[in-house]
């Protein structure tokens, strides 16, 4: 702006600003690995357990999945994660299958950053 008079002048502005929450922390597990047995006798929808994750974030939601875990066990839904609590169940009949040892990843996943954890899961 430009004031082509004479002397000191003063003007003045509403500023409205706004504060953004930003993505600041990653969701960060509670151990870093869990292991976990599974009974080959277990039912579909039998809790094996449960992984947690938080996040400092405000009002971060946490999501969690699988990224890495025998690849032929999830897809076929031997193993499912609840995406909202962590929670991991049998999702179909494991009579089948035979005795084992599976690795996985789980994530936890808040939007924009990514926390990670491994996992064991004895059949």
């Known amino acids: 702006a430009r004031d082509p008079g004479s002397g000191e002048t003063t003007a003045y502005a509403r500023v409205r600003v706004t504060v953004l929450n930003a993505n600041e922390y990653k969701p960060l597990f509670g151990r870093r690995s869990y292991a976990f047995d599974v009974a080959l006798s277990s039912a579909p929808g ?25 690849r032929t066990a999830i897809e076929s839904g031997l193993l499912v994660i609840d995406v909202n609590v962590g929670t991991i169940s049998v999702g179909r009949d494991a009579s ?22 491994n996992a064991t899961f004895r059949l």
């Open 96 to 117: 089948q299958e035979e005795a084992r040892v599976l690795d996985a990843t789980i994530l936890a996943f808040d939007g924009s950053a990514t926390g990670r954890t």
């Open 46 to 70: 039998t809790v094996v357990g449960t992984v947690v994750a938080s996040d400092d974030d405000k009002d971060a939601v946490v999501r969690y999945y699988f990224n890495e875990v025998n």
